[in-house]
């Protein structure tokens, strides 16, 4: 027990007794976490925007004149249930034929002498998911159907909204992991030049007969603390810039920035601590080999 | 019990130890005694396994050179103390965690190590110097500090490497003599110099060394 308070206030003296180092760890872990908490709000409220258009997709399926209402609802039913698809709505022969004469206010039977109308069904897709919705294959199930006569859909808009989500969502994980794996090397080269400065410290201590672990405690801890307070700092400037630059932002385009404070700051002192982590280890575990 | 046999050591620029065969039982009190250069120093590191050898083995009570595992070494070292001869005090530290840095190693409670520490602090005549610096110690002092560094862990075995160096003779005579006590108390002792006359007429075991090859007496 008195060991790990040792090494603990080791760990918490070296971030003292290295202030270059521990600033430009801090710095750097700061400067990853700020474009990472960047990264995950853009693309947190770009799937928002995503969510919001795939709402407004609508496949419509015209039925052929001679089915039954009863038959109409209980393909909608069966259509739901498809892959892909979050809501039905039925719209009877007698359902289009009010709704004619409420946009352009003529009787529809007065005019042709029959209700020319066929029944169809409005068919939502499904709004959160990450990957691409697929309209393709939905579609061509409903054209199995004998029953249907047509499908509508606006298929190229809603392909190219997807396809251009797709390449966003894997080209800011791409940088992500980029941006991630610069700052370990970053931080591990910093740690390095503390070691080098050790060398004293980790000779003698090797002489006296601490271990490995005992040698390279102080170090990691030391990382893990410059990882909080880089989270710390990066949280603050985003949180701080985020509720700044939401007032212009809404007042200039209307829109509103969607994201989770408490996520946000979880997130952000979890990578910090675990790139300071995998950094300090690489490090010392280099020297010690 | 420390037993070398056969051991042969050359660094790469030359010098070193050559075809060293060597016992010290558990109660023995050595003088380890050559010129400068001779390979003293060369020997001892190669005890306490900071020098691995290249021809023979060296061998520590249950701790072989040829069969150790690198992560069974610390605890070798735990078991000796050693005043190193450049000292290998840490200069952001005090004398007294300086000190007490051994007992860390091994885990020792915090109380105790504060008794621990203060005790071995006053058998070298270092009271009052705790807050000490090695920067702010005298040569002397520093050396003394490790030799406090090295019995606070009451090891088995001391090696002691040139510790009368920076002394004064009257400090050297009262080191012999503490070291002495120490041996009593049952720690094995090697110590290495070149200053024949502090140690003759004491009754110890002198082994002699010349150019890297050992002669015992
Ligand atoms: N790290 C090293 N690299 C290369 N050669 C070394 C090294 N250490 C010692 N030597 C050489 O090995 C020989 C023995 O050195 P060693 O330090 O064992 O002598 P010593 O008996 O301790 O001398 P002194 O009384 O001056 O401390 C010397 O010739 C020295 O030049
Ligand atoms: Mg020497």
């Keep these: 027990m008195d060991k790990m308070i040792f090494l603990f206030s080791e760990g918490l003296k070296n971030l003292w ?17 700020s474009v990472t908490g960047s990264l995950i709000i853009a693309t947190e409220n770009t799937s928002k925007v995503i969510e919001y258009l795939r709402d407004k997709y609508k496949i419509e399926v015209f039925f052929k004149q001679n089915i039954s209402d009863d038959r109409v609802v209980a393909l909608a039913k069966e259509f739901n249930s498809i892959r892909g698809i979050r809501s039905t709505t039925v719209i009877t022969k007698s359902d289009a034929e009010k709704i004619f004469k409420s946009q352009f206010g ?10 020319p109308l066929p029944a169809s069904c409005v068919l939502n897709i499904v709004k959160n998911q990450p990957d691409a919705v697929k309209i393709r294959p939905i ?15 606006q298929g190229r808009l809603i392909n190219r909204i997807e396809s251009y989500y797709q390449k966003f969502v894997k080209g800011m994980t791409g940088l992500l992991i980029l941006v991630l794996l610069i700052s370990v090397l970053i931080i591990s080269n910093t740690v390095r030049l503390t070691i080098f400065a050790k060398e004293e410290l980790i000779k003698a201590l090797q002489l006296i007969g601490a271990t490995r672990a005992f040698v390279k405690a102080p170090f990691v801890i030391e990382g893990v603390f410059h990882g909080l307070i880089g989270a710390i700092l990066a949280s603050i400037l985003l949180i701080g810039g985020l509720s700044l630059g939401e007032g212009i932002l809404q007042s200039v385009t209307g829109l509103k920035l969607q994201y989770d404070t408490l996520f946000l700051i979880s997130v952000l002192c979890g990578t910090g601590i675990l790139i300071s982590l995998v950094g300090s280890s690489r490090a010392i575990s280099k020297y010690l080999k | 019990m420390i037993r070398l046999d056969n051991v042969s050591y050359t660094y790469e620029k030359g ?59 610390p605890y070798l070292r735990r078991k000796i103390g050693m005043v190193f001869q450049d000292y290998h005090l840490l200069d952001d530290r005090n004398l007294f965690e300086n000190i ?37 110690l005298s040569g002397g002092e520093q050396q003394r500090a490790c030799v406090a560094r090295a019995l606070v862990k009451d090891p088995d075995i001391i090696l002691a490497d040139e510790p009368t160096g920076n002394l004064d003779p009257v400090t050297s005579f009262e080191l012999i003599k503490l070291l002495e006590e120490v041996n009593r108390e049952g720690a094995a002792i090697l110590m290495a110099s070149h200053n024949y006359n502090l140690i003759k007429g004491r009754g110890h075991r002198i082994i002699e060394i ?7 007496s």
């Design chain 1, 17 to 33: 007794r290295h202030k270059l180092t521990a600033f430009s760890a801090i710095f750097s872990t700061f400067l990853t976490l």
């Design chain 1, 106 to 115: 003529e009787n529809i039977l007065d005019m042709v002498g029959y209700n």
């Design chain 1, 139 to 153: 579609i061509d199930r409903l054209r199995t159907y004998p029953e249907v006569d047509e499908v509508n859909y």
């Design chain 2, 15 to 73: 010098g070193g130890v050559s075809n060293v065969n060597l016992s010290l039982g558990d109660d023995e009190y050595a003088f380890l005694i050559g010129p400068t250069g001779s390979g003293k120093t060369t020997l001892l590191r190669l005890i306490y396994l900071d020098l691995f050898p290249q021809v023979g083995k060296v061998e520590i009570d249950k701790f072989k050179s040829d069969k150790i595992k690198r992560r069974k070494i």
């Design chain 2, 100 to 136: 007490a840095l051994p007992l860390h190693v091994i885990g020792v409670e915090k109380d105790e190590i504060v008794e621990r520490v203060n005790d071995s602090i006053e058998e070298v005549g270092l009271e009052g110097k705790e807050n000490h610096f090695p920067m702010e």
């Design chain 2, 210 to 216: 010349q150019n890297g090859t050992v002669r015992q």
